[in-house]
């Protein structure tokens, strides 16, 4: 079954502590993002990836890494968190798709809480 | 900057057509995409416009008019699972793809 999956699906962690909030995909994409979601404030590109060893920045990397060294992963890391990193996080690739639509295939989430 | 405005929150009733709306200013178009998201869940792919025009997929249609800067998302015979939030993305000119804050769409018996 084509899939993105994530891990952990919910964390509560405290501040400072670091974090990886792992995310593979098993659809051969060449493109994965990671995005946060927040009441009122919709869906917001934290960074992504075109490919292996590229990544950028999207709207709101402030306090998060990536790395992406194979294809499939693509690991959110939280050197230090804070309580304002309290989110909803996604994961999503995409590749070519039918039509050419490169829609994206959104993992389950993960709730992470920093108190 | 870029933008993509959507209505907030809608009402219908079972069985009834909806209409949302969503505008946009980006940098560039490359595509515009609505998702489908109920509570603590992923969005879910409904459908993409590239080309102006009416894309039909079942219960759903998507149209986009991109002289406007412009795309709707129509839903027929409206179910109660339909109760969800509907997502507006656009893909800009870097293929980046850029959300509206979605609009939450509540459909009563």
């Known amino acids: 079954e084509a899939q993105v999956t994530q891990n952990p699906r919910y964390l509560i962690t405290v501040t400072g502590k670091k974090l990886t909030v792992t995310c593979s995909q098993n659809?051969?994409?060449?493109?994965m993002s990671w995005y946060r979601q927040d009441p009122g404030l919709g869906l917001r590109q934290i960074y992504y990836?075109?490919?292996?060893?590229?990544?950028d920045k999207g709207d709101v990397p402030e306090g998060y890494k990536v790395s992406r060294k194979e294809k499939r992963n693509f690991p959110l890391i939280l050197e230090s968190p804070s309580p304002n990193q309290t989110s909803l996080y996604f994961c999503?690739?995409?590749?070519?798709?039918?039509?050419?639509?490169?829609?994206?295939?959104f993992g389950p989430g993960t709730r992470l809480t920093v108190t | 900057g870029q933008n993509i405005d959507q209505p907030t929150e809608m009402t219908a009733t079972e069985g009834a057509i909806v209409q949302i709306n969503c505008t946009y200013q980006t940098s560039g178009f490359n595509g515009l995409f609505w998702y489908q998201q109920h509570a603590g869940e992923a969005p879910t792919f409904l459908s993409y416009?590239?080309?102006?025009g009416l894309e039909e997929k079942g219960r759903f249609s998507s149209f986009l008019s991109r002289s406007k800067g412009y795309s709707y998302l129509l839903l027929k015979e409206l179910q109660m699972k339909d109760s969800a939030s509907y997502l507006c993305a656009v893909r800009d000119n870097t293929d980046k793809l850029i959300f509206g804050t979605g609009t939450r769409l509540q459909v009563f018996p």
């Open positions: 999503a690739s995409s590749g070519e798709g039918t039509g050419n639509t490169y829609e994206q295939y």
């Open positions: 990836s075109m490919n292996v060893e590229v990544t």
């Open positions: 416009n590239v080309l102006d």
């Open positions: 659809m051969n994409h060449e493109y």
